[in-house]
């Protein structure tokens, strides 16, 4: 088995419609309901602008396979656990920090010239925290 890609991130929330207004409206990404539902009421995916559902939205409700086999004492629905961040490749640096400036987010930036690499983190309203990769070679795009 080779691992190709990062397909996907999920995040259980008691705070689903606020989730989904974050990730819309300030990563742009678009949201549909989950293959088989009618609505997001229970659940959303959250789509790039490849078309590809980077991002799965479920309630605290939500039951996946893996529930049977969760860590004791974890708890579900708030921050990233033992997963400190989700890296997201991004373009368009300027307008983004703008956008995020003007809606008040708590940002924190790196830099690395040796790669070309500028980077935003922000927080999601369930404490998951996101790095948001530019690079030069993207900035063209």
Sequence with gaps: MKVQTLDHVNI???RLAETVAFYTTHLGLSCRPPPGMSDTSRGAWLYD???RPVIHVGTLEARYPTDEIMPEGRVIGRGGGAIHH???ECVGYDEAVDRFKAAGLTLAFGNIPSIGLRQVFLTDPNGVTFELNFRAAAAAQ
Aim: aromatic share 0%.
């Design 49 to 51: 602008e490849g078309d």
């Design 86 to 88: 989700v890296a997201l």
């Design 12 to 14: 259980r929330t008691e």
